[in-house]
């Protein structure tokens, strides 16, 4: 078994402020996924990376920033907060491609004041 | 693009009375995988089935969904609620990118005694 840590759990921020939430798996999973969540919006894909080093962008990339500096941690930067957001990031990784199961980490809650 | 329609955000209902949540896609994928996510409350989102064969029904953890690729619809259900399925479950794709798994909006599951 494995398991996904995500830190901060709890995060609150400035607006314009640049915010970086992380994510660890010791799965030694290929694939990572950086997902935000929005009641009614459901879970929309922020980036992506098959690989070390390697960087997709999903369809909500606008706004954020990712590194994967390493198998094991995907990083995701916020680069201007702002006022009053209110969202859960929820960090995945997979084995390999999307036909892998996705496992998730318990998510970073983000507050923008 | 590729797309998952979960039309119904919250369905209530009675212990013990049949569930059912819809899922329609699209895609131009001819191979697509169809996937059901549960999200439990201060818990991680986690698999509850998938599948790729038409036709062929899929079981786990009482619940079932047959993939349909005349009508482009996964439907999960169960035969007998119980207040334990209160969640928020997710319906996924993966289609024409092998990577990117495109999730639905999510329908939340409210089992009342």
């Known amino acids: 078994g494995g398991i996904i840590t995500q830190t901060p759990k709890f995060l609150i921020g400035q607006e314009g402020q640049k915010l970086t939430l992380k994510c660890q798996q010791n799965f030694n999973h290929d694939t990572m996924y950086w997902y935000r969540q929005d009641s009614g919006k459901g879970l929309r894909l922020i980036y992506y990376?098959?690989?070390?080093?390697?960087?997709q962008k999903g369809d909500l990339s606008e706004g954020y920033d990712a590194s994967r500096e390493k198998k094991s941690s995907f990083s995701l930067t916020v680069t201007s907060a702002q006022k009053n957001e209110m969202a859960v990031f929820l960090c995945?990784?997979?084995?390999?491609?999307?036909?892998?199961?996705?496992?998730f980490g318990p998510g970073t809650r983000l507050l923008v004041l | 693009g590729d797309s998952v329609t979960q039309k119904e955000g919250l369905v209530t209902l009675t212990e013990g009375l049949p569930v059912m949540l819809n899922c329609t896609y699209q895609t131009i994928y001819s191979n697509a995988f169809l996937f059901w996510y549960v999200h439990y409350l201060n818990e991680s989102p986690r698999l509850l089935l998938k599948s790729s064969t038409d036709n062929k029904r899929t079981e786990h953890q009482g619940f079932h969904a047959t993939l349909h690729k005349s009508s482009s619809s996964f439907h999960l259900q169960k035969s007998s609620a119980q207040l334990s399925d209160s969640a928020l479950y997710y319906c996924a794709l993966m289609g024409t990118n092998a990577y990117k798994v495109i999730f639905g909006k999510g329908t939340h599951l409210h089992v009342l005694p």
């Open positions: 995945a990784s997979s084995p390999g491609t999307g036909l892998d199961t996705q496992y």
């Open positions: 990376s098959i690989t070390e080093n390697d960087l």
